[in-house]
């Protein structure tokens, strides 16, 4: 069966940066089109942003633009957010996820599949 599963969550300072890795199994890893999405306690679910199956296209959330960069390297069937200047407003839990499925010019919220998600917190 599909397997998402995130690492690289923990603590950090404002100011800070982390990487989040997300390795997939049990699916074609670039037939998928992968995304990254946050919620933080008492908070709706919010995309991060998402990648294109190669690599070529990846789209943010205005509130991470600038700070965040998705990668995904297929041959390890990985993908990658690095955050880098962390605010306290970052702190959530992290969840990646995958879909076929492709939108020119923004991310879609529904996807087949999920993480468990991995805890990001910022403390200023």
């Known amino acids: 069966q599909v397997q998402l599963v995130e690492s690289g969550g923990g603590s950090v300072q404002s100011g800070g940066s982390l990487r989040l890795s997300c390795t997939a199994s049990g699916l074609t890893f670039d037939d998928y089109v992968m995304g990254w999405f946050r919620q933080a306690p008492g908070k709706e679910r919010e995309g991060v942003g998402c990648i294109k199956w190669n690599g070529e296209s990846s789209y943010y959330a205005d509130s991470v633009k600038g700070r965040f960069t998705i990668s995904r390297d297929n041959a390890k069937n990985t993908l990658y957010l690095q955050m880098n200047s962390l605010k306290s407003d970052d702190t959530a839990m992290y969840y990646c996820?995958?879909?076929?499925?492709?939108?020119?010019?923004?991310?879609?919220?529904?996807?087949?599949?999920w993480g468990q998600g991995t805890q990001v917190t910022v403390s200023s």
């Open positions: 996820a995958a879909d076929r499925a492709w939108v020119i010019g923004s991310c879609r919220m529904e996807y087949n599949y």
